[in-house]
């Protein structure tokens, strides 16, 4: 049976007591579609819409000078696997790698939890984002996680303290500043962004 065949199994509904491998994940490369895997469930991600790619291109940009200026690591953007476990290989909007942990990066994807995952919320991804992903990157020790809502035009920090996240900043205003706590000395304007 050809791999394209059995890629094209994987899309039909899969009973819940089967769970889906990153090894039957990496068979829909040649699938025209983004997936990602949680708890061995497979998920499509539908594609972004203009708006969440600006909002995006403009915290990637400011996140990687930032990082890049102060040499201390690697930012990523999606569509890049990250795989956390056998069960769960997500692509998140945007990511950072601190230089210490730069051994997590391969060739073919990223094994291993990133420092810091930045996740744009969209109609179809808000419950997903919020609450799905958020328990996921603070099982996998995520240290920090954001959420980003293009819509509302605001940008949610969270911490890890002993494996849940606390909220470390809430931002609404266009002049807010937004700080990292991971990042020392980051900070740039909601209007920056939005």
Known sequence: MSQTVIAERLLEPIPAE?????????LLRDIDKRYEVMGGR????????????????R??????DFVIDNDL?????????????????VQPDIFFISKERLYIINK?????????V???????SAGRDTIIKKKL?????????????PKGKTIQIYSLVSNL???????KEPDDIVKSELLKGLSFTLKEIF
């Not at 073919?108 to 810091?116: S, V, W």
């Not at 930045?118 to 179809?124: A, G, Q, R, W, Y």
């Not at 990157?137 to 809502?149: L, N, S």
Request: proline fraction near 7%.
């Open 18 to 26: 089967i769970k889906i491998t990153y090894q039957d994940y990496k």
């Open 42 to 57: 497979l998920s499509m991600v539908p594609a972004p819409i203009p708006h969440h790619q600006q909002v995006s291109r």
């Open 59 to 64: 915290l990637e940009r400011i996140l990687e």
């Open 73 to 89: 690591g690697e930012v990523f953007d999606a569509p890049c696997d990250v795989v956390l476990s056998e069960t769960d290989v």
């Open 108 to 116: 073919t994807n990223i094994k291993g939890a990133p420092d810091l």
């Open 118 to 124: 930045i996740e744009i919320l969209s109609p179809i």
């Open 137 to 149: 990157y603070a099982d996998h020790r995520v240290k920090e996680y954001w959420i980003v809502d």
């Open 165 to 171: 996240y606390e909220i470390a900043g809430s931002y």
